[in-house]
């Protein structure tokens, strides 16, 4: 009965040590409000919905599952963070530096991306109907569903 108990017990204090460790870090949320500067933060899950962080520093960033909806993220430097399943619906993000960036899973729905750079970034599964990604820079990039987007060129059939 013991060993029964234990072994249903494992799978529940795995999924919440799961959830503790990926939880943004206050201290790093304190961080990034006040300077605008948080390279290689854990910022994951992070509640930043309108945020304004023109010019921001995220480099690294963990920003996995992070609310970022309406945030203004214009000119930001997010190269190689990781926003996987990322809410950024409507955020502006023109001329953002996304270069090498996880945005797999990620709700681009609405955003602004004109003049990003998204080369080399993974969009694998990212949705960007309604965004705009006129003059945006995607070679490289690997993924994305762009039905619906603004700016970016179909391959022609062949």
């Known amino acids: 009965m013991k060993?029964?108990?234990v072994l249903l017990l494992i799978p529940f204090v795995v999924g919440l040590l799961g959830h503790i460790t990926?939880?943004?870090?206050?201290?790093?949320?304190?961080?990034?409000?006040?300077t605008k500067k948080c390279n290689r933060c854990n910022l994951s899950g992070a509640k930043l919905n309108g945020i304004r962080l023109t010019?921001?520093?995220?480099?690294?960033?963990?920003?996995?599952?992070?609310r970022l909806r309406g945030a203004k993220l214009r000119s930001a430097d997010l190269r190689g963070a990781n926003l996987s399943r990322a809410d950024l619906r409507r955020a502006n993000l023109r001329y953002a530096r996304l270069s090498r960036a996880n945005l797999s899973g990620a709700n681009l729905r609405g955003a602004n991306l004109?003049?990003?750079d998204l080369r080399g970034?993974?969009?694998?599964?990212?949705k960007f109907r309604g965004a705009n990604l006129r003059r945006?820079?995607?070679k490289g990039a690997k993924g994305g569903n762009f039905k619906g987007?603004?700016?970016v060129r179909r391959a022609r059939k062949r």
Do not use: E, S
């Open 121 to 126: 970034a993974n969009l694998r599964g990212a």
């Open 3 to 5: 060993k029964l108990l």
């Open 55 to 66: 010019r921001a520093r995220l480099r690294g960033a963990n920003l996995r599952r992070a």
């Open 22 to 34: 990926d939880a943004a870090n206050r201290t790093h949320v304190k961080k990034l409000k006040r």
């Open 114 to 116: 004109r003049g990003a």
């Open 149 to 151: 987007a603004k700016g």
């Open 136 to 138: 945006a820079k995607l």
